[in-house]
């Protein structure tokens, strides 16, 4: 199901900048009995992103109305949210007038392991690199080429995530989550102000992390650090939290992770 | 005029991974009289980039058939092919069993200042710089908002053309063109082992140079080497190539480029 521009379509012009260069943004919201979670975050990051790539943000009612449209009253499941840069003339320029395309789409929730929370996510170290650029850093955009590259490296279906670093081989995030460690007290994640993506349910995270007891620190985290670290969990909007038992055989003790922190991250995640 | 897998259609399913990640490649090429130019180069690097992301290559004798339907026999324009990993379930990880789209549009060429051969292009030095990331550089993927967002740092129409430097600091290419320059009998043009693209022109004019009494170097170049240049220019496959004037400020002799030289670039690349 998808609304373009608020017409029920499932098309997009070939003409468009959002397939012509990625010339856009994303999010993907979790939709729990039928409300779309973290809406006032995902649609701050959305607009942030608009500003940074100067594409005009649409109207924030008339998007939630679209995603009403779509979501049936208790249904669960996936909600996209996609703005391109519209349709221009030929070349990167971009239109003094743009007028941007909006995709609202909704799907079933994704499948994974059953047991992903008490036997902890099994990650890799992923070979494709992150590139630098603190011009498009932070922002979901429809730039995702090193994402798919990465994600291309493994079929083990016993494999749950890939982890990312940049050129300099510091720890960035993960193909489709952020990465967070605790070490002592501290919550460590890595800094993203040269590449990645800051994902939404990554500032819920950090916003918990003083209720939890936890002193969040963002900086450069090395292949090293990980070793180091009591405890992994990878984050995004759809799974919340995993815990991580495994990177590339080196082991983590999941029960590092405190129920009751899952509990408040799950609940803020899902239920706030 | 378009062709989406080989129908006449303007449009694509929003489910599509070009549109979604920009997980695709494409070519632009000039016409002229009906013929669109320098065809197997732009099909050999479509087919290298296919190769590099796995994607599926599609029939080169459909897509030239395809390429016939929309194009005159005396027609001019731009022929730009469009391949993307077409439509998967959800997330980065590319199906096993991909059925790529192709599109096939065709456009007027165009237009430039008309005096642009003899004053020279006016460049600039753009701010927004490319990420280096091996395992993209080369290819004309679909991710190109580097591009997009240098291109839009400028819009006095006496400027033609921005040049984009690595985060370090190193000239790569233009942010529709790439970059020669001229020392001595030298013909220097940047490494693009690390980001860039590899501009079907650019391929052209290397291979050239010993007929043009150059020879051809690829290495590290910086904003210095620009000011000891005898001459510069820039090459795509619709402009062939441009003598540069100005650079920032900075002045090069046009005429320093031999008319014989241009005239060789310029046959080649549109009537060979």
């Known amino acids: 199901m998808a609304l373009v521009n608020g017409n029920p ?27 779309p979670c973290l809406w006032q975050r995902h649609l701050a990051r959305l607009r942030h992103g608009a500003e940074r790539l100067r594409i005009p943000m649409p109207d924030l009612r008339q998007l939630r109305h679209e995603a009403e449209q779509l979501v049936g009253p208790c249904q669960s499941g996936v ?4 703005l391109t840069r519209g349709v221009s003339g030929r070349g990167y ?108 349910m990554r500032g819920v995270v950090l916003d918990l992390a003083p209720r939890l007891g936890l002193s969040p620190r963002i900086e450069k985290i090395t292949l090293q650090d990980l070793a180091s670290a009591d405890a992994l969990f990878v984050t995004n909007s759809l799974i919340g939290l995993w815990p991580v038992s495994v990177v590339d055989g080196l082991k983590f003790d999941c029960r590092a992770l405190s129920e009751s922190m899952i509990r408040m991250v799950m609940k803020e995640g899902f239920e706030a």
Chains 1, 2 share one sequence.
Not at 10 to 33: I, K, M, P, Q, W
Not at 79 to 82: E, G, Y
């Open 9 to 35: 379509d499932s098309t997009l012009g070939v003409d468009d900048r959002g397939l012509l260069y990625g010339d856009g943004l994303f999010e993907t919201l979790a939709v729990r009995h039928g409300r």
């Open 93 to 200: 320029r971009p239109p003094d007038d743009a007028r941007p395309t909006r995709i609202v789409t909704f799907a079933d929730t994704p499948r994974y392991h059953a047991d992903i929370m008490t036997r902890g996510a099994h990650l890799r170290i992923c070979k494709t690199r992150l590139g630098s650029n603190p011009s498009l850093a932070g922002m979901k955009t429809l730039n995702r080429l090193e994402q798919v590259l990465a994600r291309d490296e493994w079929s083990d279906p016993e494999i749950d995530e890939g982890l990312m670093c940049d050129s300099e081989g510091n720890l960035i995030e993960g193909t489709m989550s952020n990465l967070f460690l605790l070490r002592g007290g501290v919550l460590l994640t890595p800094d993203l102000s040269a590449c990645g993506v800051a994902g939404v």
């Open 79 to 82: 909600l996209k949210i996609i």
